[in-house]
């Protein structure tokens, strides 16, 4: 994450994050993985349903080609305002100057 996101990120461990992600009713598996992208991770698993944040187009979602040619699907969703890492980062900022 603070490769792709900055050094002051994650603001949340991955255990943390996992514990989130798992803990969402619809969520079947979560897996942490260090490679820059999780490309051999979906090879592996194989997933029906890919699912990334509404900055990107599905189409450059990594494993887009991957879950498409097994036939599944690969959605974004959209952010709800005022509940981005980066707001809360910059509220947490605020309130320490």
Do not use: C, W
């Not at 997933?47 to 097994?70: C, M, N, Q, S």
């Amino acid at each position: 994450v603070s490769r792709i996101k900055g050094p002051h990120r994650p603001i949340n461990d991955e255990v943390s994050r996992l514990h989130i992600m798992a803990s969402l009713f619809f969520v079947n598996a979560v897996v942490l993985f260090d490679e820059p992208t999780p490309l051999e991770l979906i090879k592996l698993v194989q997933p029906d349903i890919l699912v990334k944040g509404g900055d990107y187009k599905v189409e450059e979602i990594v494993g887009y080609d991957v879950v498409k040619a097994r036939g599944g699907i690969t959605q974004t969703i959209d952010f709800v305002p005022g509940y981005s890492t980066s707001s809360i980062e910059a509220k947490i900022r605020k309130n320490t100057q």
